[in-house]
């Protein structure tokens, strides 16, 4: 692909192979079924509407069906919107495949492990290492191919381990900034925060909550986790504690979903961190199809901000991966 869905501007054509991802069904102002379908492909996804649906084309358009459409992008209430001139099924002459069409993080799987795994020897605190490398190992595999969310951010193929790959570099450089943080604490913390997820969401195409991510949650399982793990290892003393209450901490207060409100200066860092990564990665993906000197579409879940990308700035500056 030449030029990816997400980098389709108001008026371009569009005629490409693409995974839907969701789909959800409507019934319009004259009783009739549509769908709302995610179209995505590597550059990321874009929302369309199939109106007057049969029962087939419910069945034919389920998430994780790659089909090849034509049309137009459009704005619709300020959003990009894909408006649908055909669109049918990929067939086995097409010669595509899911994976390629899945986001994935701009890092290998191997080089992901290999950074985090580079933070945890870097644990010096014998407990913490401990604890964390036994709940990484167990992990692992989904640890490698989890997405961080269902949507806002990290929402893709390892961006899971990929927000706490970025959240461990930034912490090192606040490490530095604050030696009084304790940086054994602070990296467990961080590579732990979101472990929970593995457990909490589905996986990284048409990404929902399992039903314990519905009625526990990743930060209730990974404190419960941790807890486990403390005694499977005889680990005694305040670190397995100190770990939860990052752990439960970290989204900052209750109305965030956090049980607790940070109690420890790790805890207080670490739910910034964790705050800043995910909102740069929102911006990273809002501002991504903007042209210079152009507001993007408002952004859902930074209070429904519009942001402007300077037509100063060279667009080689940005990260585009």
Sequence with gaps: MEQGIRKKQVGDRVEQYALIRSSVRGIASNNKP?????????????????????????????ARTLV??????????????????SIRPSNEHD?????DFVKSA????????????????????????????????????????????????????????YHVNCMLDLGDALVKLYPHVNADLLYAGIILHDLGKVRELSGPIDTAYTLEGKLIGHISLMATEIDKAAEELGIEGEE????????????GKGEWGS????????????HYIDNVDARMEMLKEALGPV?????SE???????????????????????S
């Design 259 to 270: 049980p607790k409100a940070p109690q420890v200066k790790e805890a207080e860092l670490l």
């Design 298 to 320: 408002r952004v859902q879940a930074m209070e429904f901000r519009q942001f402007y990308k300077p037509s100063f700035i060279p667009e080689d500056n940005e990260d585009d």
């Design 34 to 62: 549509f769908l709302t379908v995610m179209l995505s492909d590597k550059s990321g996804e874009i929302e369309a509407k199939l109106w007057g649906v049969t029962p087939e084309d419910e069945v034919q358009y389920q």
């Design 95 to 99: 010669h595509v495949q899911v994976a």
């Design 106 to 161: 701009p890092l290998t799987q191997e080089e992901l492990l290999a950074n985090i795994h580079a933070y945890i020897f870097a644990i010096e605190n014998s407990k913490l290492q401990r604890i964390t490398r036994h709940l990484v190992k167990k992990h692992q595999e989904a640890f490698l191919t989890s997405p961080a969310a269902t949507k806002n951010h990290h929402e893709f193929l390892s961006g899971l381990a």
């Design 240 to 251: 397995p504690l100190m770990l939860q209450h990052l752990i439960l901490s970290h989204h």
């Design 291 to 295: 042209s210079p000197g152009q507001f």
């Design 68 to 85: 090849y459409v034509q049309g137009e992008v459009v704005d619709f209430k300020g959003r990009l919107q894909l408006k649908v001139r």
